[in-house]
């Protein structure tokens, strides 16, 4: 059981990570406000749909 949420930590880790580096820094620095938000509410999203067992 903790190692699958720690592949699974591990692998969003690394693509974040990627994620930010094929943006750029000057991408990243137009983002705004509301972008940041809405990012941050699809991330939970997602995060509630991989650790929840009965969400499909």
């Not at 903790?2 to 580096?21: E, P, Q």
């Not at 990243?28 to 009965?54: A, H, K, N, Q, W």
């Amino acid at each position: 059981m903790y190692g699958s949420i720690v592949l699974k930590v591990a692998f969003g880790l690394v693509g974040l990570l990627l994620f930010t580096r094929l943006l750029g820094k000057k991408s990243m620095s137009d983002i705004t406000p509301f972008d940041l938000i809405y990012t941050l509410v699809l991330g939970g999203l997602l995060e509630e749909t991989i650790y929840d067992e009965r969400s499909s």
